[in-house]
């Protein structure tokens, strides 16, 4: 049984919890045969298209310090994952490019073990989507979810999630995903 999302610990992917990253899609029903590397390019500018390539060329990004996502933590275990990054470091596919308000990340994607869904982890990952990005200077976080009926693609999340949490839509991409953008404020200076 999961535990309320508020147990839960989150932490920014680096070099010191790749392993963790990697068990986790390695784990049963895990996104190993993606390794969250559609949005993204491998450090040599390619589009690896297999699983064994992807988990090597996101190994390459995480090991560079390039900011990929974070992870959710139950008792020490990674049970889910969420991507959230500099839009400029993903595939220019998505939305539109109008940058006026400042640095954008992106939360393309999620993925939640299935024994924890329906406990908000959700929630606590997107929470430290934005604490994420505001102290690294987002001015906006931008993500792409799915109406709440669609069929597919529901690994962005769905419309409703985002806007019950202050997310705006602003466009759509392709037939499927909106384009919703939350203004980040500044971070604090206690």
Do not use: K, N
């Not at 602003?170 to 980040?184: E, I, K, M, S």
Request: glycine share 10%; with cysteine; charged share 20%.
């Amino acid at each position: 049984m999961a535990r309320p999302a508020a147990a839960l610990e989150v932490r920014e992917v680096t070099p010191a919890t790749w392993a963790d990253m990697e068990r986790l899609f390695a784990g049963r029903g895990g996104p190993s045969a993606c390794w969250c590397m559609v949005w993204r390019r491998a450090p040599d500018g390619s589009r690896p298209q297999r699983g064994p390539a992807r988990h090597e060329a996101m190994a390459r990004i995480v090991a560079a310090g390039t900011p990929v996502g974070l992870l959710a933590y139950d008792g020490g275990e990674p049970v889910a994952w969420c991507s959230v990054a500099p839009r400029a470091t993903l595939v220019p596919t998505m939305a539109p490019t109008d940058d006026a308000a400042g640095p954008v990340w992106s939360v393309p994607c999620f993925f939640v073990r299935r024994d924890h869904r329906g406990a908000g982890v959700m929630a606590a990952l997107l929470e430290g989507a934005e604490q994420l990005a505001r102290e690294r200077g987002a001015a906006v976080l931008e993500a792409y979810p799915v109406d709440a009926d669609s069929p597919s693609y529901g690994f962005g999340g769905r419309l409703p999630f985002f806007l019950a949490r202050g997310y705006v839509e602003t466009a759509r991409a392709g037939t499927r995903r909106h384009v919703v953008r939350r203004t980040l404020a500044p971070p604090s200076r206690a």
